[in-house]
């Protein structure tokens, strides 16, 4: 036998073996009550947790294992260390799982999950780690002839991570990522192999039925896109796709009547973005005023037709007349439907109403609610593939609340604020 551990109520004893196998008895008769198996090597250790409904076992197969003492079932497996272990702990509340190794390292572990919380390392292979009583300490044992007490009130590795990566102001390269130990995101949107010259140049963003990631208005270059959309194939000619495209080219080269004809034809044809940038454009320059109703008509349908921009579109329209309560119910409306620019500015919202309070827990609540809403738009653009100059702005000031948050203790909270969203638009909308 490797060593014997009584469980709290002395009525039982634990013994590990290098038969690979860990044995609960009755401490009064010597009767073996359980076996636990499933060790590849020595079991070094084995323990009863505090409140001995679990046995934890160290064994030289590199693991640390826990079990259920009723069932005799293996409920966890710790996976990490590159060497033998020859100890294993749990902290008094269950939660924590202190390991020790040949690896030079003592690692904890959620007892929970089973996730790595924290590497402790030494110059030399670590014998025994030990919590104190209120669980905030944990004290190793090496050969390196030093005994170390360290803090183990920390943030788990996977949350640092999450965290990282809300706070990031500029998008993460497939190296960087790796170098992290984040997974890199597969799940933007795909693109057909025969789009065009004019749907990469004058497409939109928030056209539901696109081909290629599309342009901001105020990003396309005119001649380009009109050269792009003028030279097309005979077949697109006419097609509505290719008049609502080249009728933003127009507008790009400032021809506002040409794009205007343009955008009633693509109508016309049932291109349904095309009521967007004609709506946009009746409330541009003289007779703004007298087209808004027109416009409004044009948004309202488009957002039955399913292009979401189209709420973010009508609130910008009510504010702009000082109309809020309508303003805002579009906004929200838009947000329900995970359309970003709605999204964002709702996250304006939060972050403004944090500015004027006076309590901080309140203002807390603003500040992470307004992260929420930044992280959503900002994911759901990357999703959509859209442009980098459309997000960029939301990423920042996503980066930003994480770190003030951080600051204020909440790194936790942001972690799994930011995890949600992630999980939320976990696979594109549309293939």
Request: aromatic share 8%; with cysteine.
């Amino acid at each position: 036998m490797e060593n014997a551990f009584f469980s709290a109520d002395g009525r039982r004893i634990v013994t590990s073996s290098n038969d690979k196998t860990a044995r609960i008895w009755d401490a009064f008769t010597g009767q073996q009550l359980a076996v636990f198996s499933g060790h590849a090597d020595v079991v070094e250790r084995a323990e009863f947790s505090p409140d001995g409904t679990r046995i934890l076992t160290a064994s030289d197969d590199k693991t640390a294992r826990v079990w259920d003492v009723a069932t005799g079932r293996e409920v966890l497996t710790l996976y990490g260390h590159s060497d033998q272990v020859p100890d294993v702990s749990m902290s008094r509340d269950g939660l924590k799982i202190a390991t020790a190794s040949a690896d030079k390292t003592a690692r904890v572990w959620s007892a929970v999950t089973g996730e790595q919380l924290l590497v402790l390392r030494h110059p030399d292979q670590v014998e025994s780690a030990a919590f104190s009583a209120d669980g905030d300490r944990i004290v190793t044992a090496s050969d390196d002839g030093v005994a170390r007490i360290w803090d183990a009130r920390v943030t788990p590795i996977a949350q640092q991570m999450r965290w990282i990566e809300a706070a990031q102001f500029e998008s993460l390269d497939p190296k960087q990522r790796f170098a992290l130990g984040l997974l890199t995101p597969t799940n933007a949107r795909p693109w057909i192999g025969d789009h065009s010259k004019c749907d990469e140049t004058a497409g939109a963003p928030y056209d539901p039925d696109r081909r290629a990631p599309g342009v901001a208005s105020e990003q396309i270059v005119g001649d380009i896109a009109s050269q792009a959309c003028g030279t097309e194939h005979q077949s697109m000619v006419g097609e509505p796709r290719w008049v609502y495209e080249h009728g933003r080219a127009l507008l790009a080269t400032g021809d506002q009547p040409a794009a205007r004809r343009a955008f009633e034809r693509a109508i016309d044809g049932k291109y349904r973005a095309a009521r967007i940038d004609l709506a946009m454009l009746l409330v541009k320059g003289e007779g703004a005023a007298g087209n808004f109703g027109r416009a409004v008509t044009l948004l309202e349908r488009a957002w039955a037709e399913g292009v979401t921009f189209a709420g973010f579109q009508l609130g910008h329209l009510y504010e702009m007349r000082g109309d809020l309560p309508h303003a805002w119910t579009w906004y929200e409306r838009g947000a329900k439907a995970d359309e970003p620019h709605s999204l964002a500015r709702l996250a304006e919202r939060e972050a403004a109403a944090a500015v004027s309070q006076t309590s901080a827990p309140v203002r807390r609540d603003y500040l992470i609610a307004s992260f929420k809403y930044y992280a959503a738009a900002a994911e759901r653009a990357r999703s959509e593939d859209w442009p980098d100059d459309i997000w960029v702005s939301w990423r920042y000031r996503r980066a930003s609340l994480a770190r003030i948050l951080e600051r204020e203790g909440m790194m936790q909270q942001v972690s799994d604020a930011f995890a949600a969203v992630r999980k939320k638009y976990e696979h594109p909308p549309r293939a």
